[in-house]
């Protein structure tokens, strides 16, 4: 491990992210306990961890994986299904413990303290002679290496992602509106379609919820810099500062008092039973909501343009299949790693869940040409005043800031425990801190 890196660690360990000592009694058990031999012909197993599980994602994996025995039938696959908010803690326990899956579907912003810690397989050399190499995002690639220390392939992206605005399309005809167009139309909607029988919409109060504000927060704002030249986060910009009054005030008088504790299932569950007109997520929300409404109930439309007139999304907002460094198969377990990013498997979960394939040979399917939340997503990349932001991913710390940091900051706010300002001032600082530890420990 290189000093810069050493110093990191000890970064990490001083703010208190590494966990010591065992897993939890519930952690799966790893590769060190499953494996046999590597040896041609004789029994292989691997561990699978997906980071999202439940009923909707669960069954595409298990079907993927079954897939992948059939064609590697020397080779098992235990799928292991983490709850999304638990996932991060239990990878925390098991990497410290060194007890890893082989293989696991990973969230990007989990990379760069994952790699530090020395938790993950270099997949380079594996990708180099791969064909993926010419298939897979080039973009995305090129995003998972930049914002690692050491610039290497710690991941490869299965799936792309794009926050939006889902609308009851059914309601806004029945009131005679338009799908909002600008932030102004946004509010002015929620108030209108707050009736008796229906909230206007359904705020993310619980975990999770930090990814998602800060989303709207840039989308309002048009700003792109996350922290700029001098070290100064903009989270706590005057523009985000009236956003989030005017967005914070919908709670209770537009929205459930449910939503200072709903994470993502509640709030999807929210707009899908029929309760709020408008809900904020992702395209990757689609899977849910086909199941629970008509194809004529709900719609997918982009984010309202900032004040400036175009479009921001966030940069990096995608998800990986990565291998464990702890692996005791590491060329079995690329070989699943290459397996769920074939233009096959990509497909199958892509459509399923409702979002977009990094792998090229995908992109002329016919589920790709009639999706309507994906032809959505298209339009707001393909814009070209489209503007990204990126988060500091490259922060170890960064995800733990807006878990344990944010997530309950965003409750005080609800709750009137503490003010906008204060809040983003908070935020703000934590990432400034985080960022002077970074930069020291790059000397």
């Known amino acids: 491990m290189s000093k810069k890196a050493l110093k990191l660690v000890s970064a990490l360990a001083l703010a208190g992210l590494f966990i010591t000592g065992c897993g939890s009694g519930d952690s799966a058990s790893t590769s060190s306990d499953a494996s046999k031999s590597t040896d041609k012909g004789e029994e292989v197993n691997l561990i699978f961890w997906d980071e999202n599980s439940g009923p909707d994602r669960t069954p595409i994996w298990e079907k993927l994986i079954d897939d992948f025995e059939k064609e590697n039938p020397n080779i098992k696959v235990e799928y292991v299904g983490l709850p999304k908010d638990e996932a991060k803690s239990k990878l925390d326990a098991a990497i410290a413990a060194k007890d890893t899956p082989d293989v696991a579907s990973l969230q990007s912003s989990w990379l760069p303290e994952f790699s530090i810690r ?73 108030e209108k379609l707050t009736k008796d029988d229906m909230y206007g919409y359904t705020i993310r109060g619980g975990a999770g919820g930090s990814l998602q504000l800060q989303r709207l927060m840039y989308a309002y704002s048009g ?43 509640e709030m999807v569950a929210v707009f899908d039973t029929g309760k709020a007109a408008v809900l904020h997520h992702n395209i990757g929300s689609y899977g849910e909501h086909s199941k629970s409404l008509e194809a004529n ?18 940069g990096g907002n995608t998800i990986g299949i990565s291998a464990f460094a702890n692996s005791e198969h590491p060329e079995e377990s690329w070989k699943l790693v290459e397996f769920l990013n074939s233009a096959t498997s990509q497909s199958y979960w892509n459509e399923k869940i409702g979002q977009i394939p990094t792998n090229s040979d995908v992109l002329n399917e016919d589920w790709i040409k009639d999706a309507q939340h994906i032809k959505v997503a298209f339009e707001v990349y393909d814009d070209p005043d489209t503007k990204l932001y990126e988060p500091p991913f490259y922060l170890p710390d960064y995800r733990s800031i807006l878990d344990n940091k944010v997530d309950p900051g965003i409750q005080a706010v609800m709750s009137g425990e503490k003010t906008v300002k204060a809040f983003l001032d908070e935020w703000a600082k934590a990432i400034e801190d985080s960022k002077v530890k970074y930069d020291e420990a790059m000397e």
Not at 297 to 314: D, H, I, M, R, T
Request: hydrophobic share 35%; net charge negative.
């Open 223 to 265: 700003i792109t810099e996350y922290v700029n030249k001098k070290g100064k986060s903009t989270v706590n910009d005057p523009k985000h500062v009236e956003f989030l009054e005017k967005y914070f005030a919908l709670y209770q008088k537009n929205t459930p008092k449910s939503d200072i504790t709903n994470g993502y299932k």
């Open 118 to 190: 020395g938790a993950l397989l270099p997949l380079d050399d594996y990708f180099k002679k791969s064909e993926l190499k010419d298939l897979i995002n080039e973009g995305s690639i090129k995003f998972n290496r930049e914002i690692v220390q050491d610039n290497k392939l710690y991941g490869v992206p299965y799936t792309q992602n794009l926050d939006i605005l889902w609308i009851r399309e059914d309601v806004f005809a029945e009131n005679n509106l338009n799908a909002p167009e600008s932030w102004d139309d946004f509010f002015t909607d929620v």
């Open 297 to 314: 109930q709900f719609e997918a439309v982009p984010l309202p343009k900032s004040e400036e007139g175009n479009y921001v999304a966030e």
